[in-house]
């Protein structure tokens, strides 16, 4: 894969990724805040916005209607968070030229510009009944986070780990913030993000870089002039002396309970020490043949998935499990029985062989998928380093069990979530 | 063993196919460019298979609910003591299985050593090691699965769906069983279904990549001998009346809003090939019409509150089962269930819009080149295609050539209000979302 990186003005950059393996190109705007309370609400409330409509096409209708007769270009856009920043990303997958009997880039690109840089504007605002019905749904959106007992757990571990701290904003935002909302407030905060947030366009798949260049200065570049944007150090979740373990328990008729744990490690992002805690990771309970895996459930049968993730950019472990409710301590000493082992060195240096290997494989379905890559590059680019997926793999075989060991024991137990199921189910 | 090629020059892609000695169908889909290499291994035996015909004896043994899935499960394990995942784990492949209705499959994905995992995968699946003390160490751990989709709103929806529109059709039967049925399961059971639906004429091997197919052939001649084909496992055809069992069931489980599914069960089951993968495109092509985002009845419910952006539709038509479906969030799913009854009593009654079905038809054949951005797509999306007869390659030609005749007889016939259901899962107690 080919990949260059320009910049178009001040704190607006433009990523190539070429490669000719797909049939489909991919083109995504990111826009990158700091995560604040305040305003997390709005900012989550803009991608919904967007969708409803842009001056040319002032209806959904008319909106998904010209992304259909684009050979089913998919149009949208999201939230999520990186640390402590909240990341907008509008992104359009379309099928690329030469498959289909005419050239569709120019027109992506004039819609992807459409439905990000001209929405629907009424009185200095957005469309007053858009913004009403988008609270309405974003507001169902938080609520239905329960739908899903997995998440909510992870969600609610989160929270309590990081009282008090950014990174425990729910990225969705809050139904109690929603009624201040209307459509001038919301645009206010719209322009404040397309004029001053940090911008990453990128470009993927096969096309004329010159062509597709050209295409996205003129359609892009009057919207986004000079900036400096300021989007703030995430803040590790470090190693506390004396800490004292937040346990937190909350009963719902549920099957099956979820245990979610929450670590500190506090090792920076980008020094060998992280390389050293994702081989850690693979070999702690981030694989199929992991100490979490072969142990809680292959050999004592205690739950069906069980795993840990390490977040590079917050430098925190969490761990999830769905076990019986009345497992939770044979669950709980097994995870952490598996860590002890892990820290005092005991595990083979075949399995880190495993490991490497295991996320060689990892590395391959980043290069297999164009979204993948390009969010691994936005990544990283957040973090302000440059890496290939390369070179990123050479770093990893580098390491050696020593800083396995090492990076280990950063790991220090700061929150417990359980989940109990009290019932069964009604029909 | 030889290899035939398809060929599609427009979409710049090709399928090598062969019979195996054996009677194992063998296909491979050559993809140059990607960093992974993929393979499935599949056996045409899932979840609807409730009774089986043991091959010459004709004798027929009545299986517990969630066999072929717990068996998916316990081919994992070795005789040694290990499991396949260990095997794998020496050679970095990522490795993984799935039970659906119809089908038992095993898969890896690698980016080195292709062959070699290749060994892995036709090894452990030929070699099936059953012991009392495994399959109760299972029961613990497939007890966890069923009860964490027992909570799985999504799940239940599906399900009660499909138990509200069977009568007789095992499709109805949850995949993994439940912790009732699958405690009826022993080692010996698991040998028989074995020895009978993991026989090779009843299995499909996909590879997809830069394969050399001489190379693939040693490992298949190495793990997959002749002498255990019994043939083709006879799946027992069910009779299955039009109407459904019941057109409303709900559920109460801990959702913030309630959850809707309206189905529509195929009349006709039973054919395959070309025909079936006809019928497909015309669902597909009026979904998308009726019911895709640009469709004025999706902007009117949306426009009133009665749908929001999780509003979908589906369509899932294979051999032995059928339905097309519309799903969703909706505070009134009753509302949302009269407004599609009627919508479509209107529909038929008019023209289809030739520009509007233009334009769904580029929708298909744009999600059809998607298919082939990834290695696991391909395998897992035609090996159903390969099971069920069809040539995938030939997919955007049959899209172009629906006609309009076509199109409105097929909503006529399929879209019945007295072969739908709608699932529903409410809030187990009334929230104050509706202010």
Redesign the interface.
Known sequence: MKTEKMEISKGVSLRFLE??????NVMSVYFCVPLCREDITKTALIPRVL?RGTVKYP????L??RA??L???SIGANIGKRGDRALIKCSV???SDS?ITENIIGDITELLKEFIFCPLICDGGFDETYVK?EK??A??HI???????KEYAMVKCNEIMFEGDPYEIFPYGYIEDLDAIDGKNLYERYNEIINNSKVDIFISGSFDREIVKKCIVDNFGPFLADRTPEIGETKLAKFEENIQVKNVTEE?????SKLAMGFNSGIAPISDDFYAMTVFSCIYGG???SKL?NNV??KL?????VFSAFDRNKSCMKINA???ASKFDEAYNEIMFQLDKMKSGEFSE?EIT?A??????????I????SATEDFYMGRGLLGVEESVDSFLEKLNEVTKERIVAAANTLQLDTIYFLK?VQG??? | MKFEKTENK??KESILFGIHESGLRVYIIPK?????YYAIYATEYGSIDDVLKVPKTGEEIKLPDGIAHFLEHKLFEEEDGE?A??K?????????AFTSFDMTAYLY????KFYENLDILLEFVNNPYFTDENVA??Q???G??I??Y????GWRLFFNMLQGMYHNNTVKTDIAGTVESISHITPQLLYDCCKAYYNPSNMILVMVGDIDPDEAVKYIDKHVSPEKDMGKIERRLVQEPCEVVKKVVH???????P?FLIGFKEKETGICGAELVEKQIKTDILLEVLF?????F??EL??E?LI??SFSKDSELEKSYGFSSVSG?SKDPDSVYRRVLEYLEKAKTEKLDEKVVA??K??????N??R????ENLGNDFIRSFMNGIDPLAYNDMVEKVTMEELEARLREHFDEACCTMSVIDP?EE?E?DK
């Open positions: 490669t000719e393996k797909f049939k489909t969708k209806t959904l209708t008319e998904s209607w259909e007769e050979y089913g270009a997958q379309f099928v498959f019905q309405e749904n507001k169902n609520l239905g986070l329960i739908n899903d007992k719902m008729p549920v099957s099956q694989s199929p043949f895996f459930r292959e049968s205690l739950a069906y998935y769905g076990i019986e075949d495993a490497k290997m295991y996320l060689k494989t990892q590395a391959g379905s290069k297999d998928s164009l199921g189910n009604e029909i | 427009a979409l140059a460019g990607f960093c992974k499991n995942f260990d794998f784990a020496l050679t970095g492949a990522s490795s993984n994905s690698c980016t080195d160490k299972e613990g751990i497939i966890q699965e009860k964490m027992d909570d799985d709103p559920q109460k489980l801990s959702v913030s809003k959850l895709g985002k640009s469709s004025g999706f902007m949306y426009g509150g929001d952006g969030e334009v769904a580029r929708v298909l054949i744009g999600q080149l998607r082939f951005n990834s290695v187990l929230t979302n």
